[in-house]
């Protein structure tokens, strides 16, 4: 018998490749995990956030193996924000670029999410460059409540200010509830009007969204279809995201079955 691959039923479904377009986060997990999910998941990986502080304070030698594994399957690590902003607040910032450089990440994520204003980012850009890091800008306060027609404003124009002296994305925040900040409001429900301003100024392929939740997850991709950039999600959680993507998961292909469809069919702006 002939041999079918996933990927030749892919095609007979008419469902279209799509370049990585999810960047899933690791909160904390063994090595193992890691790989493993590496191993299934990478090439739907747009890159690998190792979130929080969890990776300083984790067995050093453990954290080499995950980002040594990421780096075997071409995927690039950013290392999230929270440990940033601690040491930019705290006088270290160079040490802390120091380490990211020396642990072997690819990019780190600034932000002034609960600490002061940033640095010019001309200053901040000069020295990740010096260290062979690149940037993303997250944009949003963790503790600032929903966006208003105002804040949005503000961050977009801090966006371009980011993206002209460097940075390569922007990420919006959402922390790890989608509730009460960002583009959600306090029951988490989605807000295009203050979505929709980060995806005109900068573009699909710049902006990501995080999206830490299932309801957030879909709400960006029924709105913005499967081109969106997505970050924040947990790495259990990947495939589903990706099968929503590709309106292979139920409730997608409910709202649309046909996926021969335009993807201005499929996905109404």
Excluded at 109 to 131: D, Q, S, V, Y
């Amino acid at each position: 018998m002939t041999r079918v691959h996933t990927t030749d039923f892919l095609d007979q479904l008419g469902v279209p490749g799509i370049p990585p377009s999810t960047s899933p986060f690791d909160p904390g997990y063994d090595p193992a995990t890691v790989i493993a999910h590496l191993e299934q998941s990478s090439h739907l990986m747009s890159t690998l956030k190792i979130s929080m502080a969890s990776w300083i304070v984790a067995d050093e030698d453990c954290t080499r193996r995950k980002l040594a594994a990421a780096q075997s399957f071409n995927v690039p690590t950013v290392a999230g924000g929270t440990p940033f902003e601690i040491a930019l607040a705290e006088g270290k910032l160079v040490g802390y670029l120091d380490l990211c450089a020396a642990m072997g990440l690819t990019r780190i994520e600034c932000g002034e999410g609960f600490t002061h204003e940033l640095p010019n980012p001309t200053e901040i850009m000069k020295m990740a460059g010096e260290r062979g890091l690149e940037v993303q800008i997250e944009l949003g306060k963790k503790h600032g409540g929903t966006f208003t027609t105002d804040t949005t404003a503000e961050l977009v124009e801090r966006g371009r200010e980011w993206l002209d002296a460097g940075a390569l994305q922007v990420v919006i925040e959402a922390r790890e509830s989608a509730r009460g900040v960002g583009v959600f409001d306090p029951e988490g429900n989605f807000n295009p009007a203050f979505a929709d301003p980060f995806a005109e100024a900068f573009g699909l392929d710049t902006v990501v969204y995080e999206a830490p939740t299932k309801s957030s997850q879909f709400s960006f991709l029924d709105h913005f279809g499967r081109e969106v950039q997505l970050c924040n999600v947990r790495l259990e959680e990947l495939l589903r995201v990706e099968i929503y993507r590709r309106r292979l998961h139920s409730d997608a292909y409910a709202k649309m079955p046909s996926l021969a469809q335009s993807e201005d069919e499929q996905f109404p702006r």
